[in-house]
């Protein structure tokens, strides 16, 4: 295959299509999702061969066990893949709201009008139901989208694709409103990021490597959903009951997610009470232990030294690094530094503390008294979620329908002219 030319041909048909889903009304889009929900039930046994045939090659590939928790499907999980397109469907289709009108002096009566971003292109990790799910989200906020997945999940996503070109064909849309790249190619990628003329936006789901990448080639504005260095920070004001289930839950509920916290901070004045019990309960689940001095002077040589990389690592893995901090201000300056602007969370039972820690953490979600973990599109009510955004713009954690869209000025006036 000549890749570059196949990505200028997805390219130009996402183009096409992208201005038939643009208008297409609600009921078409709604009834396109329940066919392709309908179709993933139907389908379930060959999505569950295709997803067994990446599995075998992942496992004698020797990746990891997050990496396949993260690939693997189930029957459990190709219900919820339906159910989430199902409710996407249900949601209100945001395409085309108006609001916020007003009359200015000059008489014409001005507002915003909510329209499709056009062609949307995500590169994402080896996990099948996002396939599913921004294939869904995409469509229902009226874009076309280019869909190119880990190339661990090759055959699952391919199963997943031609569900969901049945759903368009029995809701009467072109099959191109949604494309899932053919190839597992890099050069694919390289194609997708620079075809300023076929593509809106560019969503990049990865890590490190895939960063690189981005930030060096791409010409197409993207918004990034890069990697989770997440934190919770203790106050010596938490209720310690709190501190403890907040700080298990956001590390061991799932090693691999990008919300899971990575490192944990602990005011100093609380340190020696509650890091004993907390590094019991994590070397109890077989979490390593990475920390500061002082956490090792509390904990021992159990701990692994931690060192200035640590501070700044993603782990997604069964590994936690500890730092003991004078006070709030050391936390704050830690999180903005060493952290991804991803999720973070103080525990705290100080109004003061937790309002400081809200306005001054520059993270896209911020959290009191609760887990990193519910940083997720589906917690946070809207459906499911294409990713979490790290980047600043109109969409910044957890995206939905809304981060797929934008909004237009729309003037009405009975004939006034500019005087
Ligand atoms: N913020 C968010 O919403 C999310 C963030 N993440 C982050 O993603 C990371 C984990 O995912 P991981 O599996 O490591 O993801 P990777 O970054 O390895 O891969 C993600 C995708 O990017 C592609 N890719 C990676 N490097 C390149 C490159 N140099 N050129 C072209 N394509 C590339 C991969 O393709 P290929 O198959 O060829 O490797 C894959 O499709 C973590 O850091 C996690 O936090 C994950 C999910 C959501
Ligand atoms: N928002 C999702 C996590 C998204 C994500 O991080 O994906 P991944 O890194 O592939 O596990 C959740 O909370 O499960």
């Not at 389908?43 to 690939?71: E, M, V, Y």
């Not at 019991?280 to 509390?298: D, F, N, S």
């Not at 590994?319 to 830690?334: G, N, R």
Request: charged fraction near 25%; aromatic fraction near 6%; proline fraction near 3%.
């Amino acid at each position: 295959m000549n890749v570059k030319d196949y990505m200028q041909r997805v390219g130009q048909a996402a183009r096409k299509a992208s201005r038939a889903i643009a208008k297409a009304d609600t009921r078409q889009k709604n009834q396109a999702l329940n066919a392709m929900a309908d179709a993933i039930v139907r389908d379930s046994t060959k999505l569950l061969a295709a997803n067994q045939q990446d599995l075998d090659a992942a496992r004698a590939a020797g990746l990891d066990a997050a990496f396949i928790d993260r690939l693997a499907l189930s029957e459990a999980t190709v219900a919820s893949m339906a159910e989430g397109l199902r409710q996407i469907a249900a949601l209100p289709d945001p395409v085309g709201e108006m609001d916020d009108f007003c009359y200015r002096p000059s008489g014409i009566q001005l507002g915003k009008m909510r329209v499709p971003l056009g062609v949307v292109g995500i590169i994402y990790e080896a996990r099948p139901n996002v396939t599913a799910d921004a294939a869904g989200l995409c469509l229902k906020s009226g874009n076309a989208t280019i869909l190119r997945g880990g190339s661990e999940a090759f055959h699952s996503n391919q199963a997943i694709a031609a569900c969901v070109s049945e759903g368009l064909r029995v809701a009467g849309l072109p099959a191109e409103v949604v494309q899932v790249v053919e190839t597992t190619d890099r050069a694919a990628v390289g194609e997708l990021i620079t075809m300023q003329q076929y593509v809106d936006v560019i969503v990049p789901r990865g890590g490190k490597s895939l960063i690189a990448r981005i930030s060096a080639e791409a010409r197409v504005p993207v918004i990034k959903h890069l990697d989770g260095n997440c934190h919770v920070y203790i106050d010596d004001t938490a209720n310690p009951d709190k501190a403890f289930n907040i700080a298990m839950n956001a590390k061991t509920q799932r090693y691999a997610p990008c919300n899971t916290m990575e490192t944990l901070l602990v005011h100093t004045a609380f340190a020696e009470f509650i890091l004993p019990r907390l590094a019991e309960a994590y070397w109890e689940k077989g979490v390593e232990l990475r920390g500061c001095e002082r956490t090792r002077a509390i904990l021992g040589d159990q701990v692994v030294a931690a060192t200035e990389d640590d501070w700044f690592t993603e782990y997604s893995a069964p590994i936690l690094a500890i730092k003991v901090v004078k006070d709030l201000d050391e936390a704050i300056e830690h999180i903005n530094h060493y952290g991804s602007h991803h999720t973070d969370a103080i525990v705290s039972e100080d109004y003061g503390r937790a309002r400081r820690f809200l306005r001054e953490v520059d993270s896209s979600s911020v959290m009191v008294n609760a887990s990193t973990r519910f940083a997720d599109g589906f917690e946070y009510g809207l459906g499911a979620e294409i990713g979490i955004s790290t980047d600043k713009i109109h969409a910044r954690g957890p995206v939905g329908l809304e981060g797929l869209t934008s909004q237009k000025w729309v003037v009405l006036g009975d004939g006034q002219v500019r005087g």
